[in-house]
């Protein structure tokens, strides 16, 4: 079984290292059922914290500027995706990792935030179109660079070999879930 890195820096409760929770929770496993294989349980749990401490390394600076991680991921989305006349609802949703209802109520956060703007669309008033503010854009310039950062370091445990075999590994399980290959 893979080990987890050493941990860089001190943990912020008492619970253990995901890698000594793991061989406990393998050990209990063992011990009470024998016959089971637990080791799907032990891996979805490893993904499961690794995505959880992703998300925190990358949330924490947003936060501290009154923005979670799907705000932040509409603004990059009109940022690197909407032309000057915005995206529809949703095109925002179908282009950023925000689902559909979710959408709604982010874009009037963003929009009370005075980072984005909401107006109907000219070619269909029964559509809207939003769009970044000068403020929203300056937001994401600002904080984008810090945020790259970030994740460079987040993943710097990895050589770029092992990134790209985590790319394909984590795109064939995603594929295979989304794609609905399930039992």
Request: hydrophobic share 40%.
């Amino acid at each position: 079984m893979p080990t987890d890195p050493p941990q860089t820096r001190p943990a912020q409760d008492a619970r253990p290292s995901t890698a000594a929770l793991l061989e406990r929770l393998r050990r209990d496993w063992q011990a009470t059922r024998p016959d089971l294989n637990a080791q799907p349980m032990l891996s979805v749990l490893r993904l499961t914290r690794l995505g959880a401490a992703l998300q925190a390394e990358v949330d924490a600076p947003l936060h501290a500027e009154g923005l979670n991680a799907a705000g932040w991921d509409l603004l990059l989305t009109l940022y690197r995706s909407g032309p000057p006349e915005g995206l529809s609802p949703g095109q925002l949703s179908e282009l950023s990792a925000v689902s559909g209802p979710s959408t709604t109520n982010r874009v009037a956060r963003l929009q009370a935030r005075g980072l984005v703007t909401r107006r109907t669309d000219d070619r269909d008033r029964r559509s809207a179109r939003i769009t970044l503010t000068p403020a929203g854009r300056a937001a994401v310039e600002r904080l984008l660079p810090g945020h790259l950062h970030r994740e460079v370091r987040a993943l710097a445990a990895l050589t770029p070999a092992e990134l790209d075999t985590l790319d394909r590994l984590a795109a064939r399980l995603l594929g295979a879930l989304e794609g609905g290959a399930r039992e």
